[in-house]
């Protein structure tokens, strides 16, 4: 059974920061290409940023290229999301996916979510 469990979420003042983890289980990590999205108040889900398998590929969103990092431990089978100088847009639930497919925004899995909030 494939699961993703994201933790890490929270409330964070505004240039705070934050680190997401997503933990996968019953699939080939490694093989994997992993993803984080998130999902404002009355918005569609957006891609954040996404990691090849070895950690070499690498895309973020423009919206927070410089701010926040993937990066990935297949030893841990888990992904990370460095989240730094944040601001009160970037509230959101923050989901992990999985798959081939996750550059083009449609992962095989995702995960359940984790509720990030920006806010003073």
């Known amino acids: 059974q494939v699961q993703l469990v994201e933790s890490g979420g929270g409330l964070v003042q505004p240039a705070g920061s934050l680190r997401l983890s997503c933990l996968a289980s019953?699939?080939?990590?490694?093989?994997?290409?992993m993803a984080w999205y998130r999902q404002a108040p009355g918005k569609e889900r957006e891609f954040v940023a996404a990691?090849?398998?070895?950690?070499?590929?690498?895309r973020h969103a423009d919206s927070v290229r410089g701010r926040f990092t993937i990066s990935r431990d297949n030893r841990k089978n888990t992904v990370y999301l460095q989240m730094n100088s944040l601001n009160l847009e970037d509230t959101a639930v923050y989901y992990c996916?999985?798959?081939?497919?996750?550059?083009?925004?449609?992962?095989?899995?995702w995960g359940q979510g984790t509720q990030v909030t920006v806010s003073s």
């Open positions: 996916g999985a798959g081939s497919k996750v550059w083009s925004g449609n992962p095989d899995y």
């Open positions: 019953g699939f080939s990590f490694g093989d994997s290409s």
């Open positions: 990691i090849g398998n070895f950690g070499i590929a690498l």
